[in-house]
């Protein structure tokens, strides 16, 4: 079992920055790959960035170029730095870990994150 718990989001200015956390309850190095999903109302879940556990990073179009993610090994946490952020950024973002690659199995709670002047 793996239990992720997510932190950072809020309420941000368009333009501005934000940076979720995504904090694992054992060692990330067991964790084949890490990503962030979102959800806006409305809409289905759609994938924002991955990280494999050997650093190869994937981004969806919407976010590439102005997102970023990134893993601390020692921390087992991961995070995604949110930059440029556009009113469409809006949306519950999820954490989540595939132990098997390409199947993310496990989920955090979400982190609402709204962009808004």
């Known amino acids: 079992q793996v239990q992720l718990v997510e932190s950072g989001g809020g309420l941000v200015q368009p333009g501005g920055s934000l940076r979720l956390s995504c904090t694992t309850s054992g060692s990330i190095l067991s964790i084949n790959a890490m990503g962030w999903y979102r959800q806006a109302p409305g809409k289905q879940r759609e994938a924002v960035a991955s990280?494999?556990?050997?650093?190869?990073?994937t981004y969806a179009g919407s976010v590439r170029g102005r997102f970023s993610i990134s893993r601390d090994n020692a921390k087992n946490t991961v995070y995604l730095q949110m930059n440029s952020m556009k009113p469409e950024d809006t949306a519950v973002y999820y954490c989540a870990a595939a132990l098997t690659p390409g199947e993310f199995d496990y989920w955090g709670q979400g982190t609402q994150v709204t962009v808004s002047s």
């Open positions: 990280i494999t556990k050997w650093g190869s990073t």
